[in-house]
């Protein structure tokens, strides 16, 4: 669908502690690496509320703190199972008058929001609204995705373009089918996972599927894009993909994050687009492509226009550079793995 709606504010939070594969893997088997160096993982005090605040924090600074109408966040590891992550974040924020939901679709609730909060600019619901993608790190120890989860949260302040804003959001796609990838009952600590579904029927289908209709739609081939970002549940993939799609290393290398932070899920695609950007100039344009589990993916055209960069702004490559590793034990004990 076309957009109305631009960018105008935005931020990334990762938390400070990390831990390495490679001490994962001493633990549970013996030797050798995860497929990423090291990942994020939220501290005995942080959660998706906190990581939220932080991220919103920097995107509404940045936007001149507008009033926000809508607060939408996209999450599958909310402090509780009944109780709005969203409505706690808008009295912490002061914005009482405003919608606040909390949405879920696995590793594309980031993007939902951002794509609900653009439908409504668009429309005209609201003049200004807030999208976050936020997540802990939720692995089953001795699993996969033990080497891979990570945790981080990302905001973006959406209103309608006004030649001051730092990007706009021209056109938005979705692809969805029952694709039994990854899941969790009710009740259950971890989410499950069938192997041999996550890479071809799940995520090459679907984001393949959604970029192909974003194509279709707006008329644009691989080319026209200066970066290109895709979900990053390992290294690998979004590699793969992109190559896949036609795009190059020049235009994919930017928004790679995962060997560092690992897959932040519901935020993974939201902190690549802050990184990007950082970087990017007047004119560029972005595509972007995120993929949700069960499953599902969102695609996005997005052009660049500018910004003040002096503003006190860190850039979150910047920022990523200070953190401190912790063993096994403390992760575990921080994120709820030992059980009483």
């Known amino acids: 669908m076309n957009l109305n709606a ?30 990423n160096r090291m990942k994020a993982i939220a501290s005995f005090d942080e959660d998706i509320l906190t990581m939220s605040y932080e991220s919103a924090s920097q995107a509404l600074s940045m936007a001149g703190n507008p009033q926000i109408q809508a607060i939408l966040v996209g999450s599958e590891s909310k402090p509780y199972a009944v109780k709005p992550t969203g409505s706690i974040l808008s009295d912490i924020l002061g914005y009482n ?26 429309s005209g619901t609201i003049d200004y609204g807030l999208a976050i993608g936020a997540d802990t790190a939720q692995g ?32 938005s796609v979705s692809y969805v089918t029952d694709t039994p990838d990854f899941w969790r009952r009710p009740h259950d600590q971890y989410p499950m996972h069938l192997g041999r579904f996550t890479g071809e029927p799940a995520y090459f289908a679907h984001i393949t599927s959604s970029v192909k209709m974003l194509f279709s739609e707006t008329g644009m081939k691989p080319s026209d894009f200066k970066y290109a970002i895709f979900h990053q549940p390992n290294p690998r993939f979004p590699v793969e993909v ?12 930017p928004g790679l994050l995962n060997d560092d932070i690992g897959n932040t899920y519901s935020a993974n695609t939201l902190i690549s687009l802050a990184k990007v950007l950082d970087m990017a100039e007047t004119g560029d344009k972005i595509m972007l492509a995120s993929f949700g589990s069960g499953a599902g993916s969102d695609a996005f055209v997005i052009e660049v226009n500018s910004r003040d960069q002096d503003n006190g702004y860190v850039p979150f490559s910047e920022r990523l550079r200070n953190y401190r590793e912790v063993d096994y034990a403390t992760y575990a004990r921080w994120r709820g793995k030992i059980q009483k």
């Open 97 to 122: 008058k405003t919608l606040g939901v909390d949405l879920e679709f696995a590793c594309k609730a980031g993007t939902e929001a951002m794509q609900l909060i653009s439908g409504m600019v668009s």
């Open 242 to 253: 992109g190559k896949r799609l036609g795009f190059t290393d020049e235009q994919l290398r």
């Open 6 to 35: 631009a960018i105008l504010g935005y931020g990334a939070y990762v938390p400070i502690y990390r831990i390495r594969t490679e001490e994962i893997a001493r633990v549970w088997h013996g030797g050798g690496a995860g497929p």
């Open 140 to 171: 089953r120890p001795a699993d996969e995705l033990e080497f891979t989860a990570g945790s981080g949260a990302a905001a973006i302040v959406i209103g309608r373009p006004n030649g001051k804003e730092i990007a706009r959001i021209n056109h």
